[in-house]
């Protein structure tokens, strides 16, 4: 299994400032991880934000961007607005492993 | 647009079976989409459950495949999931969603999932 470990597990900082979440896989020796990204608030379902390490889904605003490779992913949100503080998780899926989720970063209002 | 509905039983006795189904409505199961479980413990992070294709082809999660049953319904346009055997540990937030169908294959579309407690 592909252990996914994000960090920091809280990110406190002001409407405004950058943030920039962690996401470290186990493993990807012989195996290509596809990365994604997920937001999710407080009552809802995950959100897509970005697939393939790197991609914006629809209707993602440009603020969102997604780089990374090998074992070490980045999603970094370049000025936070008010309705960005969430969890966010990343999620890989490979085909040699089952798919895995890593256990959220939550940005809070600093 | 794809929308996804679960429902399920709210309450499940321990070593029961849990049954939650997800009413797709928007756009047709015989898409070229796989369709995901994913869970969500109190307090914790997302489990992939498993996902199928409307084919019939499966893939489970080896850690839950032993308890999992993952079924598609093309004539309601419905997918389903039974988990036997539950436990506390099984207490959840069942989610169902789409598997895009871009690279990578993202969750691209998410029901709002149901609550199901495993107690007695």
């Known amino acids: 299994e592909v252990v996914l470990t994000q960090s920091p597990t809280t990110l406190s900082l002001s409407p405004g400032e950058r943030a920039t979440l962690s996401c470290r896989a186990s493993?990807?020796?012989?195996?290509?991880?596809?990365l994604a990204w997920y937001q999710q608030k407080p009552g809802q379902a995950p959100r897509l934000l970005i697939y393939?390490?790197?991609n914006r889904a629809a209707g993602v605003p440009v603020r969102f961007s997604g780089s990374g490779s090998g074992t070490d992913f980045t999603l970094t949100i370049s000025r936070l607005e008010p309705e960005d503080f969430a969890v966010y998780y990343c999620?890989?899926?490979?085909?040699?492993?089952?798919?895995?989720f890593g256990g959220g970063t939550k940005v809070e209002i600093k | 647009q794809v929308h996804l509905q679960e429902s399920g039983p709210g309450l499940v006795k321990p070593s029961g079976t849990l049954s939650v189904t997800c009413a797709v409505s928007g756009g047709s199961i015989t898409s070229s989409n796989w369709w995901s479980w994913v869970r969500q413990t109190p307090g914790q992070g997302l489990e992939w459950i498993g996902e199928?294709?409307?084919?019939?082809?499966?893939k489970y999660n080896p850690s839950l495949e032993s308890r999992v049953t993952i079924s598609v319904d093309k004539s309601t346009n419905q997918i389903s999931l039974k988990l036997t055997s539950v436990t506390a540990a099984d207490t959840a937030v069942y989610y169902c969603?789409?598997?895009?169908?871009?690279?990578?294959?993202?969750?691209?579309?998410w029901g709002q999932g149901t609550t199901v407690t495993v107690s007695s």
């Open positions: 999620q890989q899926r490979s085909s040699r492993a089952p798919l895995t």
């Open positions: 493993q990807s020796e012989n195996m290509y991880l596809y």
């Open positions: 393939e390490t790197s």
């Open positions: 969603a789409r598997v895009g169908t871009m690279f990578g294959l993202p969750m691209d579309v």
């Open positions: 199928i294709y409307h084919s019939g082809s499966l």
